[in-house]
Nanobody
């Protein structure tokens, strides 16, 4: 059974940094498209960053240059380093995975807001104060 468990959320001031982690289990991690998505109160879910099984990465325009997605395959763990945080980054952040997608299809999950991702964690809350 696929399990994704996020951690690392918290409250920081604008301009600060956080690193989110997503521990994955129950499947062959390296063969999956993995990603981070977020949902702010009263807003639709949006794609933040994805990493394809070959290692290519795609970011939402709103986080380019500030966020970095990475993974440690030996630990089956996905990360999201978030720097220069802004109040508009406040949201619940979710880790997601899908076994079917190569690089192009994986990248499309940003635009589709994760509609095609099969597996989801329960989320970790990030709050940025001004």
């Amino acid at each position: 059974q696929v399990q994704l468990v996020e951690s690392g959320g918290g409250s920081v001031q604008s301009g600060g940094s956080l690193r989110l982690s997503c521990a994955a289990s129950g499947y062959t991690y390296a063969t999956y498209c993995m990603g981070w998505f977020r949902q702010a109160p009263g807003k639709e879910r949006e794609g933040v960053a994805v990493i394809a099984r070959a290692g290519s990465t795609t970011y939402a325009d709103s986080v380019k240059g500030r966020f970095t997605i990475s993974q440690d395959r030996a630990k089956n763990t996905l990360y999201l380093q978030m720097n220069s945080l802004k109040p508009e980054d406040t949201a619940m952040y979710y880790c997601a995975a899908d076994p079917a997608y190569g690089g192009i299809r994986c990248a499309f999950e940003i635009e589709s807001r994760g509609a095609g991702m099969d597996y989801w964690g329960k989320g970790t809350l990030v709050t940025i104060s001004s």
